[in-house]
């Protein structure tokens, strides 16, 4: 079975700031994506940051990046220099590949920062 | 931003009422899913298709079902809707050519009174 667990179901920081989100998940599977997606008030999904399984660097996007641990099975998500638009629900997730695109969902954290 | 058109966006319905959420695509995108938000749960999978009229059970299925006649248009089905079913429904978009990142619509709250 494919499960996501994310650990902090909520959190905050101070604006300026760096917190870190926790996923671990399991599967037995070498090939999948793994993601953190950001839901706002808005409600509105966003995608923020992506890796690839198959790549031992981290991936980094702006202030968001992430700690890849494959054989740990752990992706977790650090913000840094937190600003008040940080303030959402954040969902890890994987998929794997060739098998339909199924996407796996953790529970969420919700992240306050405060000004 | 990806073309994900949910409907209707929100809506009040009694139980035993059947109710159709449609999602419209113009991403002409293979992969198209329901999803169910709920507190303490995260999004949970009802249906996904792979193709028209190719379509798969996800986690949630019971008291559901869906269609797909047309690349660009997904149907989630509540043939006759329950309170438990009270959420804020999600349509997502995928395509492999796009490293699997799902692209989802702005939801759909659903109330069942």
């Known amino acids: 079975a494919q499960t996501v667990t994310q650990s902090q179901p909520e959190m905050s920081v101070q604006e300026a700031e760096t917190v870190t989100l926790s996923c671990t998940y399991d599967?037995?599977?070498?090939?999948?994506?793994l993601f953190w997606y950001k839901q706002p008030p808005s409600r509105q999904m966003i995608l923020v940051i992506r890796?690839?399984?198959?790549?031992?660097q981290n991936a980094t996007e702006n202030r968001f990046s992430v700690n890849f641990q494959k054989a740990a099975k752990s992706f977790s998500l650090k913000i840094s220099d937190s600003q008040l638009g940080d303030t959402a629900m954040y969902f890890c997730?994987?998929?794997?590949?060739?098998?339909?695109?199924?996407?796996?969902f953790g529970t969420g954290t919700s992240l306050t920062v405060i000004p | 931003d990806a073309g994900i058109t949910q409907s209707p966006r929100h809506k009040v319905t009694e139980t035993g009422t059947p109710v159709t959420l449609r999602c419209h695509q113009t991403?002409?995108?293979?992969?198209m899913y329901w999803y169910r938000q709920d507190p303490g749960h995260g999004l949970r999978l009802i249906h996904y298709?792979?193709?028209?009229?190719?379509?798969d059970k996800g986690e949630v299925s019971d008291g559901y079902s869906v269609s797909r006649s047309k690349t660009e248009d997904f149907l989630l089905t509540l043939e006759s809707a329950t309170s438990s079913q009270t959420s804020v429904y999600f349509c997502?978009?995928?395509?492999?050519?796009?490293?699997?990142?799902?692209?989802f619509g702005e939801g759909s709250r659903l109330t069942v009174l």
């Open positions: 997502a978009i995928s395509e492999h050519s796009q490293a699997g990142e799902l692209f």
């Open positions: 599967t037995s599977e070498n090939n999948y994506y």
């Open positions: 890796q690839e399984a198959y790549k031992q």
């Open positions: 991403e002409n995108h293979r992969y």
């Open positions: 298709s792979y193709g028209v009229k190719d379509t």
């Open positions: 997730a994987f998929m794997i590949r060739y098998t339909g695109n199924q996407f796996y």
